[in-house]
């Protein structure tokens, strides 16, 4: 029986999503551009988890528009409102810690012309809002910020910079990846302040291969992807029936229990931490104040990718960063002071309500085990 401890990557789909994205392969398959019956019935299905989606965030079901999943809605964000305000505005600012999904996507607008200011954390690894607002300006026309770091579970304060921002550059766009602390956190579009908000449907309990990009009433964003109508022609394609169902049936299921879901994490969180400070050679890298939900530590002297395929061998599954950057390191932690040799022996474990206290106890277990057995 695996040990499944890498829920930042992906969460196992809900049963509620998956008889969702059944139905509407099986009994629901038309094309929601369709005229006829089947077509409508396919639109309405994904109009119905639009409504919930919305909800979610307290938005107008017409401010959300579906993606094949956050990396694309990160995309759309940028390269479409740059596209929309940046002809006289040529400057964008972001955190120095964003997904590469946002990274990667600001360095390839610098090379189309655009300049990229990156704010970091202080020298006591904290971000401040006055940060980004002192690296803002009137040649600024978009601010993009995470929610919650997905590799240490860093909280950003996205609320007070956005606030902040928006009295001074009222012009400026504000974008936040939600996909952290979407349904673990309130995400609450008027509350942040933001005027794009991206969203995923597999770090939710949905399925992989959707995803949501909130565009507040009266935001222009040019469409990226182009070649039919599709999503009011903000981005064209048929839309994934099945897995947008299975987006708002996850949703509908965790809305209710943000809080108490909070709590059970919080409680693992702080089980997890007690146990690892009887383990020699164990250092945490996340903050006390972050997302109990996400846990790095470093392993002194063990390389995260052997000590990962240790753990793997004994059917426990951990992350050494981001699913995303293949297991390259992404230069984040380094940002927060995270270094050499203890950035080398970093491993993420990321939990869910449903992970036990007996699992922990045979991850450390495991660990314990690697850190006298692996060699570094």
Request: glycine share 10%.
């Amino acid at each position: 029986m695996s040990i499944y401890l890498d829920n930042a990557a992906t969460t196992k789909p809900c049963d509620e999503a998956v008889r969702a994205a059944v139905a509407a392969m099986t009994d629901n398959f038309g094309n929601p551009s369709s005229l006829h019956r089947a077509g409508l019935d396919a639109q309405l299905a994904m109009d119905g988890a639009r409504k919930i989606i919305a909800d979610s965030i307290g938005a107008e079901e017409n401010c959300i528009y579906f993606t094949s999943g956050a990396t694309e809605s990160n995309n759309l964000a940028l390269r479409g409102a740059s596209a929309a305000y940046g002809r006289k505005a040529k400057r964008i600012v972001i955190s120095a810690v964003e997904h590469a999904s946002v990274e990667e996507t600001a360095a390839d607008l610098e090379k189309k012309g655009f300049d990229v200011t990156r704010v970091s954390p202080r020298e006591d690894g904290r971000f401040y809002a006055a940060d980004f607002v002192n690296a803002c300006g009137e040649d600024v026309c978009l601010i993009s910020m995470m929610y919650v770091n997905n590799e240490t579970g860093y909280v950003l304060p996205v609320k007070e910079t956005f606030a902040m921002v928006k009295r001074k550059y009222p012009h400026i766009i504000t974008h936040t990846d939600c996909v952290q602390a979407y349904m673990k956190l309130p995400v609450k579009a008027s509350a942040l302040g933001a005027d794009l908000i991206s969203l995923s449907g597999h770090k939710v309990h949905g399925g992989k291969g959707t995803g949501a990009l909130y565009i507040k009433k009266g935001v222009r964003v040019l469409p990226v992807v182009t070649g039919g109508k599709q999503e009011k022609g903000i981005r064209s394609g048929t839309e994934s029936v099945p897995m947008i169902c299975a987006f708002g049936a996850a949703v509908e299921k965790l809305s209710p229990t943000i809080n108490e879901r909070w709590e059970r994490v919080s409680a693992l969180r702080a089980y997890l931490l007690e146990k690892l400070s009887a383990v020699d050679g164990i250092s945490v890298n996340s903050p006390d104040d972050g997302s109990p939900y996400v846990v790095n530590i470093s392993a002194e002297g063990k390389r995260s990718e052997i000590m990962l395929h240790f753990l793997e061998s004994k059917g426990i599954y951990v992350s050494s960063g981001s699913a995303c950057s293949k297991g390259q390191q992404s230069g984040v932690l380094g940002q927060f002071g995270i270094m050499g040799k203890r950035a080398d022996s970093a491993l993420r474990i990321s939990m869910s309500a449903e992970t036990t206290e007996a699992e922990l106890d045979e991850f450390v277990t495991a660990l314990s085990e690697g850190m006298e057995k692996v060699r570094g």
